[in-house]
């Protein structure tokens, strides 16, 4: 497999409540095509992964989001799960880190429920975007155009709904990330 984000820095941030797969095969995507990811959540060790209802599995945290600086990154993934995205909506350090990264033009990749941290952090306004379609009428009512569509680009974004979209989800990642590579190097900032 080509390595097309060899070296991109990505930050993935999620809490107890994650999904299980939301979380593991888009992580596992993008360490295949090279780039390197950094788990942060509110509190440091592991976060208690979820598959819908029941628990499923414990990811090591790396870092916490206090210690999270957005410059020191080239994209983001927001995996889902509802108590994992109502506990980081209300986050201050994760609505600043998405709002910055979104601020510089960087890439974020979010599914299921995670959107609702963009909606918090004020991003979604004018945007066009997919999510769980439970919460279609919070990214609505944030100002947002919302798709019922498997993955949704708008921009430096890509969406998703819910799991069985992972592999069209996962593709469309990294199609944008490795946009985001290419774009960087013309302009000659360092991603790596």
């Not at 090279?34 to 509190?43: E, I, R, V």
């Not at 060790?45 to 499923?56: C, E």
């Not at 995670?114 to 279609?136: E, F, K, N």
């Not at 990294?174 to 360092?190: M, P, Q, T, V, Y």
Request: glycine share 6%; aromatic share 6%.
């Amino acid at each position: 497999m080509e390595k097309s984000l060899q070296g991109m820095r990505v930050a993935i941030l999620a809490t107890d409540g994650v999904e299980d797969v939301e979380l593991r095969e888009p992580r596992q995507a993008l360490e295949q095509a090279g780039a390197k990811t950094t788990l942060f959540a509110p509190k440091g060790g592991s976060i208690q992964s979820f598959k819908h209802f029941d628990k499923a599995d414990n990811f090591k945290v790396d870092s916490t989001l206090e210690n999270a600086n957005p410059s020191e990154f080239d994209a983001v993934l927001l995996p889902g799960g509802a108590l994992n995205a109502d506990t980081l909506r209300v986050d201050p350090r994760a609505q600043d880190f998405v709002r910055t990264i979104d601020r510089e033009g960087k890439p974020i990749a979010v599914i299921c429920h995670a959107p609702w941290l963009l909606v918090s952090a004020g991003c979604v306004r004018g945007r066009t975007i997919t999510s769980y379609h439970t919460i279609q009428d919070d990214i609505r009512n944030a100002g947002a155009n919302w798709q019922d569509q498997e993955v949704v680009r708008d921009r430096n974004w890509v969406s998703s709904r819910q799991p069985s979209d992972i592999p069209k989800f996962n593709k469309a990642m990294i199609e944008l990330f490795s946009e985001e590579r290419s774009a960087a190097s013309e302009k000659g900032r360092k991603v790596a």
